[in-house]
């Protein structure tokens, strides 16, 4: 391998001289410019980069193309493999895509797209199906800067820098984007909110009581509490903190939103803790239904994404590490450039504050978000969601992610889809206090109904019978008197929908109708369907599936799941109410027992095709409760 430096005192080898000869030709600037107009850089078969990945001293290189061959994940790896690289072929997120239309500003924008590194055996005319993306990085004040859009994670999230974007960001939000508020918009304040005084000298603070339809614009704070004990709004002190609220004795979280919130330029910021009188139940559950209207009429939420608790804070630098293979290019002005090469690192941040409840709510009710995430600051709003303050050296994955309530389609089975993602995601989620399960999801049911026109009656909207096919997995411990038997609120475990496992939203005629608020009691649910009463079934009744291997059900394909622990009643007691039925011939059944007095209950849901065609013609109005 030829890795020492060379001793000729001009031309580009000279600047990467630990780098073997054919990756010198790769990073000089005119190689780097014909992949940019899609041409492709043939590199040495696999074993030779093997080997020169551990040569003395090895190609640092070669060493990082090498490096995902030998970590795993590839099977079968050829030595003789070609490796190529080229200009990589997906276009990335429409934010990026944007970027690289502005040639005048970025230069080589194709090479933002990154570079595919792909294999091909002796012999082979196409490429192999494995193929590895990387990317370069540069600071924005080095030459090489306008050869990538891509620069390093601004992990000093406190810094000046990254604050003078963020304003930045704000303001082409506000004034250009059209999904989002406006520069001009100034809602109704809040109950109470804090008063940064942003114009005193260091941390100070006050509650503010605002005037009878005083607007003005203020920011929310998301963050996790903790266990630990903080500093709240009582009915004892709340004549204190209208006067000056101790910012030494807040928790690290909540005295970093304040320093946010005065550097982002804005007065006031709602913090639950403070700005809701935790000992005044009245006043609580008022804010409580208003929760909806708080975060969305605030012009940005600070997501203190990265704090476990209200002691930790989020403004701190963060140490993330990162391996990239540093290599200089000589400009066409005969500059000398540093630039990085990374494998693309697909990121899912995981942040603590996602595993909260409440914090669903409050990230999908508020229009802007400032993430203070793991490696750097995000920020996201309608018009561009999860995007970067600049693009840096991570593509960000975040899984399942549920579009703004705004943008649901509430004509189509697209609603119910998304309402059962919601949910599904929703109680996954932890509560400190169980009690709580519809507490914390009020704030998005009352948005559901402002945006529908449609209620929302512990926690299930008026989309359609599809709404009752959820199911708990694992069983609920019990069922709670908080809700009733047909609302998910009433277990205190994770819920799916059948009809996000079938998204085809094709129902028949026989589908049950649903009456909410039967007599004026909101805990009554009136279903119009076909009932089979267990008495009188003379088919085998559905089992818990975990009790499937018995010989005389081997052959049997459905589901049932109980909704707690205790199981099913006994086939006798049951009743069997035909909630849908897709066009496939599978139908959902809601599992029934009586409570007396004409109502009934729901104990569980069935999935399959044993009661196709053995309904009564006649269709019954029964009660739930």
């Known amino acids: ?122 012999g082979d005319v196409d490429s192999m ?125 909540i005295q970093d ?3 946010t919130t005065r550097r982002l330029g804005f007065r006031y910021l709602w913090v639950d803790a403070l700005c809701i009188v935790q000992d005044d139940e009245v006043q609580k559950m008022a804010e409580i239904k208003a929760m909806a209207s708080i975060y ?41 450039g540093n630039l990085g090469l990374i494998k ?3 990121f899912s941040p995981e942040h603590p504050l996602n595993a909260r409840a409440w914090v669903l709510q409050e990230h999908l009710l508020s229009s802007r978000k400032f993430v203070f995430s793991e490696a750097e600051l995000l920020v996201e709003c309608p018009s561009a969601p999860d995007i970067v303050l600049r693009p840096s050296l991570l593509s960000y994955s975040y899984g399942n992610h549920i579009p703004p309530i705004s943008t649901w389609d509430w004509e189509t089975f697209d609603c119910t889809k998304r309402w059962s993602e919601l949910v599904q995601m929703y109680s996954s989620r932890a509560l400190t206090d169980p009690e709580d399960r519809l507490n914390a999801f009020e704030g998005v049911a009352n948005e559901i109904e402002r945006q529908s026109g449609k209620k929302v009656h512990y926690g299930i909207p008026e989309f359609g019978c599809e709404v009752l096919d959820w199911f708990a997995r694992p069983r609920s411990p019990a069922r709670s008197a908080r809700a009733p038997s047909w609302s998910w609120g009433c277990l205190d475990t994770k819920v799916f929908c059948l009809s996000r496992q079938d998204q085809s939203g094709k129902y028949d005629e026989r589908s049950a109708h649903l009456r909410f608020a039967v007599d004026g009691d909101p805990a009554k649910l009136a279903i119009t369907a076909s009932v089979i009463d267990g008495a009188t079934w003379d088919g085998l009744h559905p089992i818990d599936e975990t009790a499937m291997s018995s010989e005389v059900y081997r052959d049997k394909h459905y589901t049932c799941l109980p909704d707690v622990r205790t199981g099913l009643p006994d086939p006798r007691n049951r009743h069997y109410l035909q909630l849908s039925r897709t066009y496939a011939s599978h139908e ?36 739930l409760l």
């Open 344 to 346: 693309e690192n697909n």
């Open 296 to 336: 969305r009429n605030a012009t940005a939420l600070i997501s203190a994404a990265v704090a476990s608790a209200s002691s930790k804070g989020f403004l701190h630098t963060r140490d993330f590490s990162y391996d990239d293979v540093k290599f200089k290019v000589r400009m066409p002005g005969g500059d000398v």
């Open 129 to 253: 199906g494995y193929t590895l993306k990387l990317h370069l990085i540069a600071d924005e004040d080095d030459p090489a800067a306008s050869m990538t859009i891509r620069r390093p994670l601004l992990t000093d999230v406190a810094s000046e820098k990254v604050f003078t974007m963020a304003r930045s960001w704000l303001e082409i939000c506000e004034e250009t984007h059209q999904r989002c508020p406006k520069n001009s918009f100034k809602p109704e304040l809040p109950s109470y909110v804090v008063n940064v005084s942003p114009d005193s000298p260091g941390a100070v603070a006050k509650l503010h009581k605002p005037a009878s339809g005083e607007r003005a614009k203020y920011l929310c704070l998301s963050y996790c509490w903790g266990n630990e004990g903080q500093l709240t709004t009582t009915k004892e002190n709340l004549a204190v903190h209208l006067e000056a609220i101790p910012v030494d004795k807040l928790g690290l979280t």
């Open 257 to 259: 939103a304040i320093t």
């Open 588 to 623: 959902t059944i809601l599992i029934l027992e009586s409570a007396g007095c004409g109502t009934y209950r729901r104990t569980g849901i069935y999935y399959g095709s044993d009661f196709v065609g053995k309904w009564p013609e006649e269709r019954r109005e029964v009660t």
């Open 1 to 122: 391998m030829d890795a020492s430096p060379p001793t000729t005192a001009c031309g580009p080898t000279i600047l990467n001289g630990r780098l073997c000869s054919r990756c010198r030709e790769l990073t000089t600037y005119e190689q780097l410019d014909s992949i940019s107009q899609g041409g492709s850089f043939e590199h040495y078969q696999l074993q030779q980069i093997m080997k020169n990945a551990t040569d003395n001293p090895p190609c640092p290189l070669c060493a990082a193309i090498e490096k995902p061959f030998l970590g795993g994940g590839i099977e079968d790896v050829n030595p003789l493999w070609q490796v190529t690289l080229h200009l990589a072929d997906e276009q990335g997120p429409e934010w990026l895509r944007n970027m690289w239309e502005k040639r005048g500003s970025y230069g080589f924008v194709g090479l933002s797209r990154g570079l595919s590194l792909s294999t091909k055996a002796p």
